[in-house]
């Protein structure tokens, strides 16, 4: 190996160090600084653009969805500004549930659809939204809905959370019926801006 190739392979090899120190730099800052959600979220909001990520109503479960029981109903929430909820409050109302995290980039890549969600179906007497967040420092949460200037209304768990609404991923959505069952179920991330799903949300309100 010739004098120039050594130094030629020296300076590759030395760039490719810098890159890697640069790349390795940004997210030790992004993760310092708490933007590495946003950063992932904005990426993976990007990814519903296509379409592939559409909150598909095909999986409804019209009869064998679980139905809430009178313990499930017992469950309770704590608002923002530290008033109590029931889930009873919401009994005989189409209620959209959804369990996500502030820290959860796939929570915060799909929430702008679930606020255009809202924005068209939540004048309807019968559609509730929970927005439940599993957020242990409860000030995060608000401060990330505020910042966004969401409308929804949010909750924290203030007991044990029905075993319905338990799931291993973030976020879950659920779609309450008014007899009490969940009769849709999505494990991960959604769009769930389409006028199709509205729609589908209003008619069963409707029933």
Known sequence: MTSTQKEKNSNSWKRSLIEWGVIFTIGAVLYATGLHTEVLGTMQR?????????????????????????????????????QTASLSDF????????????????????????????????????????????????????????????SMPYYFPASSLPTQFRSQYLPTTY?????????????????YSSTNFAQWMIELAEK
Not at 98 to 117: F, G, K, Q, R, Y
Not at 138 to 145: L, P, R, S, Y
Not at 175 to 191: P, R, T
């Open 46 to 82: 990007a990814m519903l653009w296509t379409g592939f990520f559409d909150a598909d109503t095909s999986q409804i479960a019209t009869t064998d969805g679980p139905m809430l029981s009178d313990s499930d109903y017992r469950f309770t929430m704590e608002t923002s500004d530290s």
């Open 91 to 150: 009994r005989g109302d189409v209620v959209f549930v959804n369990v996500w995290a502030s820290w959860c980039p796939p929570c915060v890549a799909e929430m702008p659809t679930i606020e255009t969600l809202y924005d068209n179906v939540s004048s309807h007497d019968n559609i509730k939204f929970i927005l439940l967040s599993m957020d242990e420092e409860h000030q995060k949460a608000v401060d990330f809905m505020e910042d966004k200037e969401f």
């Open 175 to 191: 779609i309450m019926s008014k007899k009490g069952q969940i009769i849709y179920k999505k494990e991960g991330i959604a769009d």
